[in-house]
């Protein structure tokens, strides 16, 4: 009987050792996975490498804002005054219908001295005037601005402002002489003494300007409009009239 009992126990355990045997033993680790390349892998498609993407780079910075450059202020204008000494013969004549031989204005344009018997009609003139008549006009407290034949256009459109805005008693007009330069003429007089006293001590005024410069302009009409050796009153030197308010 224990014969027969010990048989089959050891057929079993042979069993047993035989299965475990086949098996590669219960106690064997599983075995790791193949490796997966990074940097290549083969396409099953095309059977060549296939180069795994890189990681995408941060984007570049934008550009820092940059302050503008401020525009170049326009250069300021220059203005100079001049005096000139009358040069009205003292002989009780200063009206011509020509001038005498040989006799030039001491400044340019004219600004006081022997003139002709007709003044000017007070107004913007688009051509140049004849200056011993515009003299007739400073003698009676007018003043004259003038600019030359290089003086660009806006500029004569700012003069052509400032005199349409308080016109009676000027005269305007080209005057080419003047080149790039721009003009306001007087003949000044405190009014002192007698008149040939007047006429003695008067000066002419001339303001040259390389442009138009507002209060250089309207400092100059201030002082000298209606201050001339024969002052006639500003309100009748109007626009179209002869000076008299005809």
Request: net charge negative; proline share 12%.
């Amino acid at each position: 009987m224990a014969a027969r009992a010990f048989l089959p126990a050891a057929l079993a355990a042979l069993l047993v050792a035989a299965v475990l045997a086949g098996c590669g033993g219960s106690s064997a680790e599983p075995a790791a996975p193949p490796a997966v390349a990074t940097e290549a892998m083969d396409d099953p498609l095309a059977g060549a490498p296939v180069t795994a993407p890189a990681p995408p780079e941060a984007a570049p910075a934008p550009p820092a804002a940059s302050t503008p450059e401020p525009a170049a202020a326009p250069a300021s204008v220059t203005c100079t005054e001049a005096v000139y000494p009358s040069q009205v013969p003292l002989d009780g004549q200063v009206h011509y219908e020509e001038l005498p031989a040989g006799f030039a204005y001491n400044s340019t344009p004219a600004s006081q001295g022997p003139h002709h018997p007709q003044w000017l009609i007070w107004n913007w003139y688009e051509v140049p005037v004849p200056e011993a008549n515009k003299v007739h006009n400073l003698e009676h407290g007018g003043i004259a601005v003038q600019w030359g034949d290089r003086v660009d256009a806006g500029t004569v459109e700012q003069i052509r402002q400032w005199y349409a805005d308080d016109p009676n008693g000027i005269v305007a007009a080209p005057f080419p002489e003047n080149g790039d330069r721009v003009t306001i003429v007087a003949w000044y007089s405190d009014r002192a003494g007698t008149a040939e006293q007047q006429y003695e001590e008067s000066t002419g005024r001339v303001l040259t300007c390389d442009g138009f410069d507002q209060d250089a302009f309207d400092g100059f009409k201030d002082a000298y409009r209606g201050n001339g050796v024969e002052p006639f009153p500003v309100r009748l030197l109007r626009p179209g009239t002869d000076g008299t308010g005809a």
